[in-house]
């Protein structure tokens, strides 16, 4: 054999192991899928379900497993984004058993002014291991008191609150101070997912922009929290497009050496990574592993992380599910390929089938090394000027409160959180 051949042949050779080496192996884990309340009276329903978990023998929670505590909010089914004051269910028996719902005064709308009331919305709670605090993030949203409709080109900030498991009560929700920059006007951190450093500084992602430009900015901001104060320290590069409202809802995940965000865009869904989990590459539209879109679209998705493995929780189209708000159903998981930033199709799964509601806002949260849970309402609003899902509807539909319980096969190395 010539050396010219002999080359070639171990190149290739190189080439078919080096394909080897980065092939993904499929973490195996099991699907238990609860209900930790269901019933719907068609005027309102639950939304926004998102649970913490303090640790077993953690602050306050002196029992041998965790406390789960889940906020959601009532929406009135017959107007646009009408939320209520956040309440809580709760389970001491890892998810046997929820108590609830309480509601919380200090989650409640406010009244800064006349004519207006404030709501604090789409909060994600999640421990904060270096204070031992449960921290809850989101936004604020502002009505019109006289007719109880958003106001139009309205400010928001990123709401925040931390949880005494003692007495099961909320701190007064407040709002973190950002730079006196007309960028920050409107500014939230809702439906997002944050990833807190050892150092105990948080990073939290957020979407932004002045009032009345069209198009939000997504970025991370670096935050200190010493337990009951939540501030701002800096703000990475800022990510946005033309058209379809830019970036917003991001959610942020780490894995191996590299920070993960993805993001929302009416068009579709993307994502983008970061060494420093502050400044991040262009991101690129999310893709299954062929190439072929993901066909996630105007809405939000969230990381589930295993030490052994990244994944995508999501809702898409070309699921048979035309008859469902934006695709928002069911809910897909699926292993992420890290190095390639796409999704591995054979590893996709149906994590909480459809019944003809949408739900496509939801959370994820890491209880222990054991099991990691999804948490996902029926939002009773179907395609339509605020068309109401029907109390007696033929898919069965019944604003459910789903508690998707995802059982590894391999202890979680990243647990608890």
Known sequence: MSNARLFIALVCIYMVNAIDAAEITPLEYDIEVTQARKGYDGKTCWVHARAGAIPAQGPGNPRDVPMVVMTTQKLQLD???????????????????WEGPFAHSA???RSPKEGVEIVPCDFTPKWHRQTGKLLGTGATFWYQSSNNTIIEHS?????????????????DWKHVAMPDETRFEFVRAGCTQRVDLP?????LPIYFNSIGEPNHTSAIIRCRFDGSELTFVEIGNGMSLPGGRGFAEPSLARFGEWFYLTLRNDNYAAVARSRDGLHFEDP????????????????????????????????RK?????????????????????????????????????????????????????????TVT????????????????KRGADNSIYVAKIHWSKPNKFSPE
């Open 79 to 97: 107007r646009f984004d009408v939320f209520y004051g956040i309440n809580e269910f709760r389970t001491a028996d890892s998810g046997k058993t």
């Open 107 to 109: 989650l409640d709308r």
């Open 155 to 171: 400010p928001s900030e990123i709401a925040y609150s931390v949880y005494d498991p003692e007495n099961h009560m909320w701190a």
């Open 199 to 203: 150092d105990g500084d948080v990073l």
């Open 284 to 315: 690129k539209p999310w893709t299954f592993d062929d190439g072929k879109e993901l066909g996630s679209y105007n809405t939000q998705a969230h990381w589930v992380t295993h030490s052994d493995g990244l994944f995508l929780t999501y809702t």
């Open 318 to 374: 070309g699921a048979n599910n035309d008859h469902v708000f934006r695709h928002r159903a069911p809910l897909f998981i699926a292993q992420v390929d890290p190095e390639e930033m796409v999704v591995i199709r054979e590893t996709e799964r149906i994590l909480v089938p459809e019944r003809g509601a949408r739900q496509g806002n939801f959370g994820v949260t890491t209880v222990n090394e054991s099991e990691t849970w999804v």
């Open 378 to 393: 029926e939002w009773m609003q179907a395609p339509g000027p605020h068309f109401i899902i029907p109390v007696d509807n």
